[in-house]
Nanobody, 121 residues
């Protein structure tokens, strides 16, 4: 059983940056692909980015390409999401997830509780 705890969310102005972290415990971290998803009010939870077990492969939603960077530190059991050039439409609760290296929710077994990101215009 893997427990995931996100941190680093907050309020930022458009054009600003935030770095989200997700710390894992209770499992073998390096066995899992990791992903970030987000859910805005009234919308479905959507894929943002994923990273493979050793970090050699990454995949981004079109909305994140060129602005967001996913990375992981297996020694620290932590995955990160660096978000630059933030836009108001990036406002959402951001969730990290552990499972397969994939861009669909059903491929992830474990989820964090989420961290709120609010981008003001």
């Amino acid at each position: 059983q893997v427990q995931l705890v996100e941190s680093g969310g907050g309020l930022v102005q458009a054009g600003g940056s935030l770095r989200l972290s997700c710390a894992a415990s209770g499992g073998t971290f390096s066995n899992y692909g990791l992903g970030w998803f987000r859910q805005a009010p009234g919308k479905e939870r959507e894929f943002v980015a994923a990273i493979s077990w050793r970090g050699g492969y990454t995949y981004y939603a079109d909305s994140a390409k060129g602005r967001f960077t996913i990375s992981r530190d297996n020694a620290k059991n932590t995955v990160y999401l660096q978000m630059n050039s933030l836009k108001p439409e990036d406002t959402a609760v951001y969730y990290c997830a552990a499972g397969a290296y994939a861009n669909t929710r059903r491929d992830y077994e474990y989820w964090g509780q989420g961290t709120q990101v609010t981008v003001s215009s």
